[in-house]
């Protein structure tokens, strides 16, 4: 199964679908559709409506089933991202830790408001909800990694650790 | 007395011959080998264990609700979609030590005759989702999981589903919904899943930690775990700590120890941080009623407050509160009540699935009302309005969101009422950076 504009999966991540898909009962492969958007999105970064397409082919289900759920979930960037995607928990227990006043100073940082793109296309900054880390507060997720107990100086760090 | 938790932090618990060096997967051997499934229902009716995710239904009871109907398969759904702020146990435990919830999966499996079972995570825990997927692999290669179970007959297979960012998805039949590869929207209820679930097959759903404490019940009985606690709250609880305490962190507590220790006993948060004084505590994750100082410490009867479902909810709504997810939030005399109840507000207007009228445009309503009154621009009547908001939602929604969304608020404005009034007659002063109300003669409990 070919998707438009060369979306397709090379065979060992084909592998894996086929084996994700396995995981549930017969004629149940829709089950299969978040793990595999997470699959698509760390292949191409976001989940383009080509990219939801070929999903939907992968499962046997119509395009609109795919597009639907991708964007109900918060995960699913609709729009391109940049090579770092900063998802920056808002929520109440990491405010009380200062939270927003680190906030502030990342997104002056890299020059971004919430949801934007920084000037070199190296960083995304988008606002999330809780991340279930409050006790480790402030957070916030770079694709799986957690960066905890951050302070300006910490932001900074990783700034600069990952703009290189 | 730890359940949970005695091993966590043992190097290497996370690998399967450490975590059974330390008596790990003893219940399989003895719920498989030496019992039947109404034996394993039994003990953990008889343990009084109850839902651990919030609700603090009796799992046991859970349980024997299952339809068994000839011929058609069953399953067990773990719930890990951990979402609720202040609320990180299940994210702790499973990072640690992801056989303490493989094991119970595979005890509780037997017990419900599932063949299949589930366990859903949050999406952003990707890299737990890896650790639990590892030690399942390692559970299949001893033969604790797939055909045959340690030559018991028993046959389970065991995945992990990924969430996608969906706090509505901790709702269970939301998180069906999401497990069929769907928008996350509640079902009506009935039927309920014990009855249709998963492919609208008898499904159970429990929290991980309810799940975890079952390998326990098994090797060590049902009385045994009821001994543990004080009346209805038996066994231990995990209590998430976040906030201005000098130990934020998971910390496994036998129910019924006072909430006074838990907060300044240094066995647990330590004490509130140095220099500051306790001024209010979220009890049991962000939908619960936060409490003023003196009335989490102490009942309207004058009694010690403890840890435990029925004291915490003591007074009901007026002075009490409730145990919860076990989300545990404490603020001292910095905290601005109004911008961490915007920051609670805003949370439910995201996360509302969009499906009940009453929630989708209440908690909207609710949100843009306190940001206008943190941002100075309130309005008189802003406090009545969002006291009516919530009332208008409560009880009036398919799930349970819709209560979560409005107890915060009415909570806040019943027990910090001046602090609204102050952010809207003074908006010059509220606006200040860092500006906190201080109550005329407020002396906040030390």
Redesign the interface.
Known sequence: MEGKNNIVFPAETLDLVKKIIARYPEGKQKSALLPILHVAQAEWKWCSSEVMDYVASLLSIKPIEVYEVASFYTMFHLEPVGEHVIEYCRTGPCCLMGGVEVYDHLKKRLGVETGGTSADGKFTVKEVECLAACGWGPVFQIREKFYMHLTKEKVDQIIDELGK | MKILTEHIEVPGIETIDVYRKHGGYQAVEKALKKMTPDEVTEEVKKSGLRGRGGAGFPVGMKWSFLAKPEGV?RYLVCNAD???????K??YLMWKSPHTLIEGMIVSSFALGAN?S?IYV??????VI?ILEKAIQEAYDKGLLGKNILGSGYDL?L?V???????ICGEETALLE???????NPRNKPPFPAVKGL?QCPTVVNNVESIAATSWIVNNGGDAYAQIGVGRSTGTKLI?????IRK???YEIPLGITVEDFIYSDEWCGGIRDGHKLKAV?AGG?SVPILPAEMILTTATGEKRLMTYESLSDGGFATGTMLGSG?F?V?DET?CIV??TL??A??YH??S?GQCSPCREGTGWMDKVIKRIELGQGRKEDIDLLVDVAKKIEGNTICPLGDAAAWPVSAAIRHFRDEFEWHIEHPELATQPGAVYMRPGASWSN
């Not at chain 2, 951990?82 to 990180?88: D, N, Q």
């Not at chain 2, 999401?178 to 996350?184: F, N, T, V």
């Open positions: 398969p951990e979402s609720e702020p202040g609320t990180f299940d994210h299949t589930y949050r999406g952003e825990l990707m890299y890896h297979d995945y589903q990924s969430g996608g960012g969906a706090y999401s497990l069929e590869g769907k928008r996350g492919w998430s700590a976040s906030g201005h934020p962190g998971v979220v962000s989300g939030i603020m905290t911008h961490n920051t609670f805003r949370f995201h996360e699935c």
